[in-house]
């Protein structure tokens, strides 16, 4: 089994930054990806950021593209979200995922990802 353990969340004025952390610990031999997805209040979970674990290539949505930054530390099974210019729109549950398979195309979606962490609480104010 995989645990994801998510930080830094909090509370952010419009414009503001933020870094999310979600480290990984158990079974993590097998990390294919790892991603960032986002449920806002009354809203279906969306894709916010993934990256490749050995080449550390990168995909966002759109909304996001410019503004955020997904990272990983491969020694400490660590991915990060750095999130600038943050927008009232951001504010969601922020949950870190982990890919374990090649199986599948694209990174978008949620049932491509095997381990969830609990999610982490995002709020911008305006």
């Known amino acids: 089994q995989v645990q994801l353990v998510e930080s830094g969340g909090g509370l952010v004025q419009a414009g503001g930054s933020l870094t999310l952390s979600c480290a990984a610990s158990g079974r993590t031999f097998n990390i294919y990806a790892m991603g960032w997805f986002r449920q806002a209040p009354g809203k279906e979970r969306e894709f916010v950021a993934a990256i490749k674990w050995g080449p550390g290539s990168t995909y966002y949505v759109d909304s996001v593209w410019g503004r955020f930054t997904i990272s990983r530390d491969n020694a400490r099974n660590t991915v990060y979200l750095r999130m600038n210019s943050l927008k009232p729109e951001d504010t969601a549950v922020y949950y870190c995922?982990?890919?374990?398979?090649?199986?599948?195309?694209?990174?978008?979606?949620?049932?491509?990802?095997?381990?969830w962490g609990q999610g982490t609480q995002v709020t911008v104010s305006s």
């Open positions: 995922a982990l890919r374990s398979s090649s199986r599948g195309s694209g990174y978008s979606l949620a049932n491509l990802y095997d381990y």
